[in-house]
C-alpha cells in the first residue's frame, strides 16, 4: 500500500493528475510485483527486473501502437477498435486502462520518441521470446484496417533497429504472422470443424507451423514444439509479459495447437 500511495503522491507533485494515477498504478504494479514477492522469500531483484520488465512491455505496446495507427496521416476507426480490443483482452482495470490511451495517443503525436521506449524495452529484455510476441502483437494491430502500408513499414524498419531484430528476423515473424491470421479467419468463417478444412486449410496449418508439407513428422514436431514454447503463455509471463497480456498470448498458442493438430490428424488419415 505505501508503494501505490508514494507513487500517486509523486505523479501529483507534476501537477497532473493523470500522471498521479499512472504512478500509482505504477506503485501497484510495484507492490504486486516487488515488494509481495520479497515478503514470499523472493530476492528484490528479480522482483524489481520483473516490475522493470513489464513497465518497459507496457509502455512500448501502446506508445508504438498510436505511432502506427497515425503513421499514414490519420486514426482508422479499425485501428482505434483494434487497440481497444487488446486492451479489453488484458482485462485492464481504469487506472491501468487510463494509462493505456495516454501512451497510444502519446505516440500519435509526430515529436514523441518511441526510440527511447523501445531502447528500454531492448536493455530490459534482450532479444527473447517476448521480443517476437511484441512484434506480432503491433502487426495485428497495423493490419486493423487490412493492409500494412509503405509508412507502416518504415515504422517497424524503426522499431526491429532500435530492438536489433534484423530485416531477415522481422520478415520471418511477419509472414508467420500473415499465414496465422489468413488460417484463423478461413476457420473462423467456415462454422466446421477445424480438421474438416480443404486442401487450401491444410497449406495454411504447414505455413502456420513454419514448415513445408514435405517436412517429416519429427521436423512438424520440432517445429510446433519451439512455437509453443516461444508463446506459451505461462513462459511469456516468466519472461516478464504483463499478466494481463496472458489471453492474447493464449489465443495465438490455441491457433498453433489447432494448425498442428489439423496437420498431425492429416498425416494420420493418409497413412
Not at 40 to 59: E, I, K, L, M, P
Not at 143 to 172: H, M, P, W
Amino acid at each position: 500500500m505505501t508503494s501505490i500511495l508514494i507513487g500517486i503522491f509523486l505523479g501529483s507533485l507534476t501537477g497532473n493528475w493523470f500522471l498521479a494515477i499512472l504512478g500509482g498504478f505504477l506503485g501497484a504494479w510495484v507492490n504486486k510485483n516487488y515488494i509481495s514477492q520479497n515478503k514470499g522469500g523472493q530476492s528484490g531483484g528479480n522482483g524489481f527486473y520483473r516490475f522493470r520488465t513489464q513497465s518497459a512491455f507496457f509502455n512500448a505496446t501502446f506508445l508504438v501502437m498510436g505511432r502506427l495507427a497515425k503513421a499514414d496521416g490519420r486514426v482508422s476507426e479499425h485501428e482505434i477498435q483494434m487497440a481497444a480490443a487488446i486492451m479489453n483482452k488484458m482485462r485492464l482495470s481504469p487506472d491501468q486502462k487510463k494509462a493505456a490511451i495516454d501512451q497510444f495517443n502519446k505516440g500519435k503525436q509526430p515529436e514523441s520518441d518511441i526510440s527511447s521506449a523501445l531502447q528500454e524495452f531492448r536493455r530490459v529484455v534482450g532479444f527473447n521470446t517476448l521480443c517476437p510476441f511484441f512484434l506480432e502483437v503491433q502487426l495485428q494491430a497495423a493490419y486493423a484496417d487490412g493492409s500494412l502500408t509503405q509508412a507502416e513499414r518504415q515504422v517497424f524498419t524503426q522499431i526491429c533497429q532500435n530492438l536489433g531484430v534484423s530485416e531477415q528476423q522481422f520478415e520471418k515473424i511477419h509472414q508467420r504472422f500473415l499465414a496465422q491470421q489468413s488460417y484463423y479467419q478461413n476457420q473462423s468463417g467456415t462454422g466446421s470443424g477445424w480438421s474438416t478444412q480443404g486442401i487450401g486449410g491444410l497449406s495454411k496449418a504447414y505455413e502456420v507451423l513454419g514448415v513445408k508439407e514435405s517436412a517429416s513428422d519429427a521436423e512438424v514436431k520440432r517445429a510446433y514444439r519451439k512455437l509453443m514454447s516461444q508463446h506459451h503463455p505461462d513462459k511469456l509471463v516468466a519472461k516478464g509479459l504483463p499478466e494481463e497480456m496472458m489471453e492474447v498470448a493464449n489465443q495465438k498458442a490455441q491457433e498453433i495447437q489447432v494448425a498442428y493438430e489439423q496437420v498431425s490428424e492429416n498425416r494420420k488419415r493418409s497413412r
